[in-house]
């Protein structure tokens, strides 16, 4: 039997809540670089190393100011907030994956 992704939902560990993917995160794929942004931690800056057999579930190396040399680990397709071209991903990795703070007035 096929499951139907589009209807399937995922626990967010980041967020706490269980969520259907967007279009978007069903097609994130091996090679793909995103990012995460959180108000609890850091901008995470990862690429897509592969897929595990489980449907939803990758192995990544991720990266932050907070853990500048990455590290390898899971991600679930609901935790991207995006996905980065590589010039972008290169350019955050070229200021030590600090993201710029926008001040608000």
Not at 28 to 37: L, P, S, T
Not at 51 to 67: I, K, L, N, Q, T
Request: proline share 4%.
């Amino acid at each position: 039997m096929m499951t139907n992704r589009s209807k399937q939902t995922f626990y967010n560990a980041l967020t706490g809540a269980h969520v259907t993917p967007y279009d978007w995160q069903t097609k994130i794929k091996k090679g793909d670089h995103y990012e995460i942004v959180s108000e609890c931690f850091p901008t995470i800056y990862g690429v897509i190393l592969e897929p595990f057999r489980e449907v939803g579930y990758y192995h990544v190396r991720a990266y932050s100011e907070w853990c500048l040399g990455g590290q390898e680990g899971t991600l679930c397709v609901v935790e991207p907030t995006r996905i980065l071209t590589q010039q972008e991903f290169e350019e955050a990795r070229s200021q030590y994956w600090k993201t710029e703070e926008v001040e608000v007035q």
